[in-house]
Nanobody, 115 residues
Framework: QVQLVESGGGSVQPGGSLRLSCVAS????????MGWYRQAPGKQRELVAS???????TYKAHVKGRFTISRDSAKNTVYLQMNSLKPEDTAVYYC?????????WGQGTQVTVSP
C-alpha cells in the first residue's frame, strides 16, 4: 500500500519559515519524481516545486529563491524548506509521487501565513 505522509505545516507570521516533510512508503522512492503542490481556497491545485531522482529541481516562479525542495533517499523523504513566507503562500500543501502513469498523493498539510 502506497502512503505519502506529510508533516510540518502550521501557522506562521509573514517573513517566517516552515519545513514540510513527506515520508513515502510502498514505492521505490528513488524511481519517482517527487513534488509539492498547493491548493488555496477557491483556487486550483498548483505545482510548487519538484525534484527528480538525480536531484534536478523545478520551482514555481513566485517561490523561487524562497523555497527549497530536497530529498533523502535513505529516509524515503522529500522536504520543502519555505522561507520568507507571505500571506499568499497560505494553502494546503500536498506531497506527490509520479512515475510514468503512477501518480500518488498525500493527505495534505495546512500552511497559514498571517500577522
Amino acid at each position: 500500500q502506497v502512503q505519502l505522509v506529510e508533516s510540518g505545516g502550521g501557522s506562521v507570521q509573514p517573513g517566517g519559515s516552515l519545513r514540510l516533510s513527506c515520508v513515502a512508503s510502498g514505492i521505490s522512492f528513488s524511481n519517482y519524481r517527487m513534488g509539492w503542490y498547493r491548493q488555496a481556497p477557491g483556487k486550483q491545485r498548483e505545482l510548487v516545486a519538484s525534484i527528480l531522482s538525480g536531484g534536478a529541481t523545478t520551482y514555481k516562479a513566485h517561490v523561487k529563491g524562497r523555497f527549497t525542495i530536497s530529498r533523502d533517499s535513505a529516509k524515503n523523504t522529500v522536504y520543502l524548506q519555505m522561507n520568507s513566507l507571505k500571506p499568499e503562500d497560505t494553502a494546503v500543501y500536498y506531497c506527490n509521487a509520479v512515475r510514468f502513469d503512477l501518480n500518488y498523493w498525500g493527505q495534505g498539510t495546512q500552511v497559514t501565513v498571517s500577522p
